[in-house]
C-alpha cells in the first residue's frame, strides 16, 4: 500500500516518546514532511532530536500518537530498504575494506553478490571514494570516513534519509565541503531527508525548512520555511539573505532554550 | 616496534636480572649456603648445560599440554562465550559455574582428572584448560556483548538476524577482546600443564617439566631442579609472547594498515 503522492512522505502525529527510564523525550510532536523535502531539525542539546529520527526510522517505538512513512508503519518501510540512517559517527567496521563497507547492507538484505557490489560501486563512486574502495577505514580521513558512511546510507538508494548531526565531529571546512556533497547528492536523487543539527548555519544552508525543538520533552516551537533559492552552496552563508534567515532561526532557538 | 626500540625497552628488565643473578651469587657464597637448599647460579648454569637436551625434550613436552589446553581453552571457552551473549538466560545460570573454574584449586581437581581420563596427555591438556578457560570465556563475552549502540542500529536498519549479528558484528567486533584473553590464557596453561604432569605425568620413558621439577626435588639434585624451574619460566614467557604475537598480528590486519593515504 503506498499513499498517494500528495500525501506527507513522514507523517507524525501526537508523538510521545518515552525511554525507558521514564524520562520524556517527546511530547504531542506533529510533524508533516512532503516527498522530496529536506528538512533540518534543531534544538537545545538533550531535546529529542535523534529520539525523533530513530522513531521515524522505527528504531524506537513510539509511546502514544501515530508515526507513517509513505503511509505505512516504518518497519515496512525499514523491510523494503526505502530508509537509510547516517549516525553521528562514521561506524565503519574496521574489520571491512571501505567496499565492503558500503554494501553490508545490501549483504544483510542477501542481495546477490553481483548486485552488491554494483551498488555500492555506483554509491562509492557518487561521493569520489571510488579509489579507496580496497581501502582499510583507518586509512581515512574523518571526512573520508564520513563519504563512505553516507556512500553506505545512499547503497540503497532510499526514498527517505535520516542524518543525525553526521558532520557535527568535522572540521569547520571539511563540513562545508560535506554538506556541498550532501545538497548535489540531494539535487540529483530527491529523496525525502530528515538531518539532525546542533548547527544554524548548517540547518538553513540545509533545509526547505528548520524545525526548532523545544527543550525536553522535546516539542516544535517553530517551523521556519527557508526561502532561499536553490541549488545552495556553503558560498551562500556570507549573503545578507542567509544571515537573516540564520538570526531568525537562532532567534527561536534561544527562546526555545530559555522555556526549559 | 623497530629493533632499536625494542632493545631499550629489554634493557631494564635484563639489568634487573644480572643484579639478581649478582645478589644469588653473592648471598651463596657470603652466607655459606649448602649447595642442596640454594646452589649458586653458576652451578645452575651447569646443570642446565649439561641437562640441556632432557630440558629441551621436557619442554618441549611441557609446551604440547600448554598449546593443547590453550587450543582447548580457545574452542570451548569461545563457544560458552558465543552461548553467555546470545542467552542472558544461560549467562546468569552458568556464570557462577565459570567462576568456580576459576577458584577452584587446580591441584585437588588434578588427580580426580587422572581418576577419570588416567595419565597421559590427555590429563595435561585438560588440566592445563580448566586452569586456561576462564579469561577467554570473560573476555570473550565482554567483546561479544559490549558493542557500539550505533552499529547494532546499523544492522537494525537492515534488519539483521541474529545469526548475521553474531557473524558479522559481534564475533569479529570481539577479537581484540580474544586476543587479550589468549594472552593471559597461554601463561595460564604452562602453569596448568605443568600442575597437571605432576598427578598425570606421560608415562616413565617421556618427562615433562612438571617431572622433571618432581623427579628433581624428590632427589634433591637442586640445581638441576632450579634450571628446570627456569626453564617452566622461560617456556610460560615464550608461549605468552607467541600468543601475544599472534593476537597483534591478527589485530593489524583486523585495524586495517593505518598508513594515511592523503
Known amino acids: 500500500m503506498t499513499a498517494p503522492a500528495s500525501a506527507p512522505h513522514i507523517d507524525a502525529r501526537g508523538l510521545d516518546v518515552r525511554f525507558p527510564g521514564g524520562v520524556q523525550a517527546l511530547r504531542g510532536l506533529d510533524l508533516q514532511v512532503p516527498r522530496g523535502q529536506l528538512v533540518a531539525v534543531i534544538g537545545p542539546s538533550g531535546c529529542g532530536k535523534s529520539t525523533l529520527l530513530r522513531v521515524v526510522a522505527g528504531l524506537a517505538p513510539a509511546g502514544a500518537g501515530t508515526i507513517a512513512v509513505a503511509g505505512e508503519a516504518p518497519e515496512r518501510v525499514r523491510a523494503r530498504r526505502a530508509v537509510a540512517f547516517v549516525f553521528q559517527d562514521p561506524t565503519l567496521l574496521p574489520w571491512r575494506s571501505v567496499h565492503a563497507n558500503v554494501r553490508l547492507p545490501l549483504e544483510l538484505a542477501r542481495v546477490p553478490r553481483s548486485e552488491q557490489d554494483t551498488a555500492a560501486d555506483a554509491a562509492l563512486a557518487l561521493v569520489g571514494l571510488s579509489e579507496f574502495a580496497a581501502a582499510s577505514p583507518a586509512a581515512l580521513s574523518g571526512g573520508m570516513k564520513m563519504r563512505a558512511s553516507l556512500a553506505r546510507a545512499l547503497v540503497t538508494r532510499p526514498e527517505l534519509l535520516l542524518l543525525d548531526e553526521p558532520f557535527g565531529a568535522l572540521d569547520e571546512l571539511t563540513r562545508e565541503r560535506l554538506n556541498d556533497e550532501l545538497l548535489q547528492l540531494w539535487e540529483r536523487d530527491r529523496f525525502t531527508g530528515l538531518a539532525v543539527t546542533h548547527n544554524v548555519g548548517e540547518a538553513v544552508l540545509l533545509g526547505d525548512r528548520v524545525v526548532v525543538l523545544s527543550a525536553r520533552p522535546g516539542r516544535i516551537v517553530a517551523d521556519l520555511p527557508i526561502d532561499l533559492p536553490r541549488p545552495r552552496r556553503a558560498a551562500l552563508v556570507g549573503t545578507p539573505e542567509f544571515a537573516a534567515a540564520a538570526a531568525e532561526v537562532r532567534a527561536r532557538l534561544r527562546a526555545a532554550d530559555v522555556a526549559a | ?262
Open chain 2, 1 to 262: 616496534m623497530s629493533l632499536a626500540s625494542a632493545a631499550r625497552a629489554a634493557l631494564p628488565p635484563l639489568l634487573v636480572f644480572l643484579a639478581f643473578l649478582g645478589a644469588w651469587h653473592l648471598a651463596c657464597a657470603v652466607l655459606a649456603l649448602p649447595a642442596y637448599l640454594v646452589p649458586p647460579p653458576a652451578e645452575v648454569a651447569r646443570e642446565a648445560v649439561a641437562h640441556a637436551g632432557e630440558l629441551a625434550e621436557a619442554a618441549l613436552l611441557t609446551a604440547l599440554g600448554a598449546l593443547g589446553g590453550l587450543g582447548l581453552s580457545l574452542v570451548v571457552g569461545g563457544l560458552v562465550a558465543v552461548l553467555f551473549s546470545q542467552s542472558q538466560v544461560a549467562a546468569r545460570s552458568l556464570y557462577p559455574y565459570a567462576i568456580f573454574l576459576q577458584t577452584v584449586p587446580i591441584v585437588a581437581v588434578a588427580p580426580l582428572i587422572v581418576v577419570w581420563f588416567g595419565t597421559g596427555l590427555q590429563s595435561v591438556i585438560l588440566t592445563a584448560a580448566i586452569l586456561s578457560v576462564f579469561p577467554i570465556i570473560t573476555n570473550g563475552t565482554t567483546g561479544l556483548v559490549r558493542v557500539d549502540p550505533q552499529l547494532l542500529e546499523l544492522f537494525a536498519m537492515s534488519d539483521a538476524s541474529r545469526l548475521q549479528l553474531l557473524l558479522k558484528l559481534r564475533l569479529p567486533g570481539s577479537l581484540p577482546y580474544f586476543a587479550a584473553g589468549a594472552k593471559i590464557s597461554g601463561g595460564l596453561a604452562v602453569i596448568g600443564a605443568i600442575v597437571g604432569e605432576f598427578f598425570a605425568g606421560f608415562g616413565a620413558d617421556d618427562l615433562g617439566l612438571g617431572a622433571v621439577i618432581l623427579q628433581t626435588s624428590g632427589r634433591l639434585q637442586t640445581a638441576y631442579l632450579f634450571a628446570a624451574i627456569f626453564a617452566a619460566t622461560l617456556l610460560g614467557l615464550v608461549l605468552f609472547g607467541a600468543v601475544a604475537l599472534l593476537g597483534e598480528l591478527a589485530l593489524r590486519r583486523w585495524r586495517g594498515r593505518e598508513q594515511t593515504l592523503h
